[in-house]
């Protein structure tokens, strides 16, 4: 039986009353219920912008009891919806997602056999940032390195506190400290992506400050010293670092012994 085309059954139950009747006029009447649905079932697929896991569980929503299929990378896992029309699928362990983004397919087909597809997008990112380059200032006040850009840097001081800053987008990075460090302290350096991923921990030496013993003072009865132009050139404005401090210079006459000038 086919009903017309000029007439189709709107979505929704209907009672289909069939009578069969033979040539003597004998008759019997049968009801079949029947529901109609013609509507592409709904399907939604979340997003996933990014992530450290790479067997990710997918999740969506679909026309309850649905069938759904997800298409990722390559691999197509099936999985239904509830009652309450929410679905989601792992990426199984043994076909782990590669770091990069993806297109999430999600195909659902309903009882009566309509079928709609959505998409979404995964990211998947499991590389820890790495230190390039960290060092304590001379002063023993500041870290400062390099690293990821946009990277979570956390200092671990010798007590175990911690001091943290955020790298710009170039990588730098300095925290500054709670005191000067100048003992040879070790502190303990580590960055972390912006999803957690975290690097390899970095040893950082602060400096240590000259002990009495490495300090000389030159004085009037100091011979036989000589101070270059070279030495002079090579100081630093830096009062932290190793340098000449001079208060006077005499100018001797090497002919007479006699003091030229102060």
Not at 35 to 58: E, F, K, Q, R, W
Not at 107 to 131: H, K
Not at 169 to 195: C, R
Request: glycine share 8%; hydrophobic share 35%; charged share 15%.
């Amino acid at each position: 039986l086919e009903l017309p085309g000029s007439a189709p059954l709107p979505d929704g139950d209907h009672t289909l009353v069939v009578t069969a009747a033979d040539a003597a006029g004998n008759s019997t009447s049968v009801n079949a219920p029947i529901t109609v649905d013609t509507l592409a079932p709904a399907v939604t697929i979340d997003d996933h912008p990014l992530t450290s896991d790479n067997t990710p569980t997918l999740s969506g929503t679909a026309e309850p009891d649905s069938t759904v299929l997800i298409e990722v990378d390559g691999q197509t896992l099936a999985t239904s919806s509830d009652t309450d029309g929410n679905w989601q699928v792992t990426i199984p362990d043994g076909r782990p997602l590669a770091d990069g983004a993806f297109t999430v397919v999600a195909t659902a087909t309903d009882s009566a056999g309509n079928m709609n597809t959505a998409s979404g997008t995964l990211a998947v990112d499991t590389q820890a940032p790495e230190l390039l380059t960290a060092e304590v200032s001379p002063s023993g006040e500041s870290v400062s390195g390099v690293t990821e850009g946009g990277a979570l840097v956390t200092l671990t001081l010798p007590d175990g506190d911690t001091v943290t800053a955020t790298a710009n987008a170039a990588g730098d990075f300095e925290l500054e400290l709670p005191a000067a460090y100048t003992g040879g302290e070790t502190f303990q350096l580590m960055a972390a992506d912006n999803i957690g991923n975290p690097s390899a921990t970095l040893p950082v030496t602060a400096p240590t400050a000259p002990s009495a013993g490495d300090v000389r003072f030159i004085t009037a009865e100091d011979t036989g010293i000589v101070i270059t132009k070279a030495d002079l050139l090579a100081q630093t404005s830096d009062p932290d670092s190793p340098h000449l401090d001079i208060t006077s210079i005499g100018l001797t006459d090497p002919a007479t012994g006699s003091l030229v000038d102060n």
